[in-house]
């Protein structure tokens, strides 16, 4: 217990799925942590369970406005930052000669352009604080071998592995004590998973267990989570630039026979 105690934490995309496993493993680890979601809805009721140190508030990770106050009210009501966890994401089906524009567009700009700005609102606030800090962004396996079937969503998480680095990089050059790291799962049994598997707007908790095969295993969200918690404690802290992989070995060994 105690390992982030007294950090101050952003996630986004906290409502559900990843980043409600991050905000509740890092208050349990004591923590302050701002929550963040289009879904104000769950994304209160996240708040509320987690008690006096947590915080909701309603961001479109898009906007450039949402993203500095965001910020800065995590700086007025908990007094600094320290941890920012780009986790907000979304996914939309087709291959490079299917997917629209508009859903590539779309895609990339939650994915990508959202991990862009909250890099960029977020470090002026971390050196301001003097801590250092630790950024991690929430990447995938499809920025390493790419997917066929979701060509934006390849594109957009490849796009965060090499924007994790440049940021990565300019914090040493800096000498600001920001860390920043990507994390690249293969599947995780989340609602969004789902829904794009499936179309269903909604699913049980089994219905989303139903995703894990022998075939094709798929992680818990709090598997995340806990290498969420490690990137952001000082346990790791001359981890810096790192492509983290949670994939069952799935990249050691390409598919066969596609």
Known sequence: MGRVAGKVCIVTGAASGMGKADAER???EGASVVLTDLNEKDG????NSLGEKALFIRHDVTSEEDWKKVVQ??????GRLDV???????MALGSVVDCTIEDYRR??????????????TA??????????????????????????????????????AALTKSVALFCRERRNGIRCNSIHPDGVKTPMVFKVATGAESATREEIESLSTEAHPMCEPEDIA?????????ESSFVNAAEMLIDNASTATPPIGV
Do not use: R
């Open 73 to 78: 009210t995590t700086v007025e009501t908990f």
């Open 26 to 28: 890092l208050v349990a």
């Open 123 to 160: 470090i002026p606030a971390m050196e301001a604080a003097g801590n250092g800090g630790s950024i991690i962004n929430m990447s995938s396996v499809a920025a390493l071998h790419g997917m066929s079937f979701v060509a934006a969503y390849s594109a957009s998480k490849g796009a965060v």
């Open 107 to 120: 895609v990339n700009a939650v994915n990508s352009e959202g991990v862009f700005l909250g890099c960029k």
């Open 226 to 234: 806990a290498l969420v918690l490690y990137l952001a404690s000082d």
């Open 44 to 47: 209160q009721a996240v708040a």
């Open 84 to 90: 920012l966890v780009n986790n907000a994401g979304m």
